[in-house]
């Protein structure tokens, strides 16, 4: 199975700055039809998880523009350009490559 | 407004078997892929099968031997069933929706409900 690696684990920031979360994949997401199954989710404490970003770079509706995702291959990033405080939870990608489909460890978003 | 809610016991004994049921409201079940999703306590999140109507399903190898997914379409709901638990199976069970079009995405989960395996 494909295993996804995040980092940091943890991401203390200040509101109103900027923030940046590693996903690397053991291999390729790059699937036979030549798309790249790669999302990410957000946890809010207390509540399931949510889409954010589907496809590396798609915002799902309603998601602010100030998430964008990013990436190719095995490296894919999810960027907040201006931390809020409703943005405070855990963020997980995913990939849809291959099956099973595997999740990253999570990233925690705090306000320092 | 489409929403997914799941139920089931919140307690099971270990060796035996554990049943849910998610129901769906608002949309077609037979249109998409329903899916289940567990999260230990602080943990990570695992994807544990599939089932896309009339019956055909996929399920994660690790739980393969353990699990089934099925589909009550009259009732608008899709149901877990994972036998021979143990402690290891204690967490939040979601289920969610793949969103419609190329690509494993969920864009619908449900509040999820928590099973703890104990005796």
């Known amino acids: 199975e494909i295993v996804m690696t995040q980092t940091p684990l943890s991401s203390p920031v200040t509101l109103g700055q900027p923030a940046s979360i590693s996903c690397r994949s053991s291999q390729s997401l790059v699937h036979s039809d030549g798309n790249t199954y790669l999302s990410w989710l957000q946890q809010r404490p207390g509540q399931p998880p949510r889409l954010l970003i589907y496809k590396i770079s798609n915002r799902f509706s309603g998601v602010p523009d100030r998430f964008s995702g990013s990436g190719a291959g095995t490296d894919f990033t999810l960027k907040i350009s201006r931390v809020e405080a409703e943005d405070v939870g855990i963020y997980y990608c995913?990939?849809?490559?291959?099956?099973?489909?595997?999740f990253g460890g999570g990233t925690k978003v705090e306000i320092k | 407004q489409v929403q997914l809610q799941e139920s089931g016991p919140g307690l099971v004994k270990p060796s035996e078997t554990l049943s849910l049921t998610c129901t769906v409201s608002?949309?077609?079940?037979?249109?998409?892929?329903w899916s289940w999703i567990r999260q230990p306590p602080g943990g990570e999140l695992e994807w544990i099968g599939y089932?896309?109507?009339?019956?055909?399903?996929n399920y994660n190898p690790s739980l393969k031997s353990r699990v089934t997914i099925s589909l009550d379409t009259s009732n608008h709901q899709f149901s877990l069933k994972l036998s021979s638990v143990t402690a290891a199976d204690t967490a939040v069970y979601y289920c969610?929706?793949?969103?419609?079009?190329?690509?494993?995405?969920?864009?619908?989960w449900g509040r999820g409900t928590l099973v703890t395996v104990s005796s």
């Open positions: 089932i896309y109507y009339p019956g055909s399903t």
């Open positions: 995913m990939q849809a490559t291959q099956f099973p489909l595997t």
């Open positions: 608002g949309a077609s079940i037979a249109s998409y892929f």
């Open positions: 969610a929706r793949k969103m419609e079009g190329t690509g494993w995405y969920f864009d619908l």
